[in-house]
């Protein structure tokens, strides 16, 4: 038997419920499933050991998970710290600590979900966008001078390098090629940024040369945005730099139907350090604490962790679990125009995955 050692981390908000609720997730599979069990080991990281300690984690807290197969993470975001240090403070932290560079963030429209747009069919929107997670826009390179004077000044240096482009386009190539469409998009913005973009498209060409199988295209981003609202079924696998991957995945999110459902991963592909899954919604201190957080970004977060654990089979059977879910309407949360609580969501899918290996074990 396999045992994972998973390092979960609920952060903020309502990184708190969904977390517990994503360990459940993974408990039930465990149980009915002889194959592999998981040692858990949670962390109390976030606005509320900031307030203790005076820093989001421990200095030393990296060394706490890199023994670990993965990390489930939740949110970090609280009303009362600014949001560059909860998110450089621990978010961040890990994903630059760990050189997780591939930040993989699919989005479909799942069974049951009322999308906005009008006519786009479920079957058109089958996307994974891939955003460069180690550099560029939030390489935290930069400073300010002359504080509170007339003369105040700022700079955010976005980096890009050609060992960092490089192995972000690869992964993306790799990834699309692995798709059945063997189709990728490179989002840029050449026009305008007249040197770190111009390498970006230079290298996609180059790398481009390794895939001969994948087609691709080249869409500067804010075309892209009108391209995912008209003609979404033109797209498959995306790649972007880390702040043009930030917003085309809120819109991604928000087309599918719900940010409550996307899920995404910290992925290093080298697997020289654990990679950190976590749903995208953020903190949501609006809802938090009253049950109603939708749990599906996690438990879809969850299946990314099978995955990369390399457990497809379960990985799959849990995406069952949550499309049969999603499918029934009176088990949609509030994000969803629902009344179903975090709770009964939890349970219902808990339910299915033990119907699923009983099956399972049943036609064996
Ligand atoms: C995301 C989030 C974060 C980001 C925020 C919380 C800083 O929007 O994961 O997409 O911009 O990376
Ligand atoms: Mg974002």
Redesign the pocket.
């Known amino acids: 038997m396999k045992t994972y050692r998973i390092a979960t981390i609920p952060g903020d908000g309502i990184g708190k419920e969904v977390i517990p609720a994503g360990r459940q997730v993974l408990e039930a599979l465990a149980k009915a499933d002889p194959a592999f069990a998981f040692e858990f080991e949670d962390f109390d990281w976030g606005g509320d050991y900031y307030r203790k300690h005076g820093v989001m984690m421990p200095e030393r807290g990296l060394d706490s998970l890199r023994e670990k197969d993965a990390i489930l993470f939740g949110?970090?975001?609280d009303p009362d710290i600014p949001?560059h240090i909860t998110?450089w403070g621990l978010?961040l932290k890990i994903c630059q600590g760990f050189d997780q560079y591939a930040?993989v963030r699919p989005t479909r429209i799942l069974p049951g979900i009322d999308a906005p747009l009008k006519r786009c069919k479920p079957a058109d929107l089958d996307w994974i966008i891939v955003r460069e997670n180690s550099e560029g826009e939030?390489s935290g390179v930069g400073g300010r001078v002359h504080q509170g004077h007339p003369i105040e000044a700022a700079t955010d240096v976005s980096i890009m390098t050609r060992a960092g482009v490089e192995r972000i386009m690869r992964f993306a190539f790799r990834l699309a090629q692995s798709r059945p469409r063997k189709l990728l998009t490179v989002i840029t913005k050449s026009n305008a940024q007249r040197h770190a973009m111009v390498m970006w498209d230079q290298i996609a060409l180059e790398i481009s040369k390794e895939f001969p199988d994948v087609q691709w295209d080249k869409e500067l981003v804010d075309a892209a945005t009108a391209r995912m609202v008209n003609r979404p079924a033109t797209l498959d696998t995306i790649v972007a730099t880390?702040?043009h991957a930030?917003i085309l995945?809120?819109l991604a999110a928000a087309l599918a139907g719900s940010l409550g459902i996307a899920p995404?991963g910290n992925i290093d592909p080298e697997r020289r350090y654990p990679s950190m899954f976590?749903p995208?919604h953020?903190s949501a201190f609006d809802i938090m604490g009253k049950g109603l957080a939708n749990p599906v970004g996690t438990f879809w977060s969850v299946v990314m962790l099978l995955e990369h654990l390399g457990e497809r089979e379960a990985a799959k059977r849990v995406m069952q679990a949550i499309e049969t879910i999603t499918a029934d309407t009176s088990l949609h949360t509030g994000d969803l125009g629902g009344t179903a609580t975090t709770a009964q969501v939890t349970a219902a899918v808990c339910a299915q995955l033990a119907k699923a290996t009983v099956a399972a074990s049943r036609a064996a």
Do not use: V
Request: glycine share 12%.
């Open positions: 949110s970090a975001g949001d998110l978010r930040n939030y880390n702040l930030d995945s809120d995404t976590e995208i953020g």
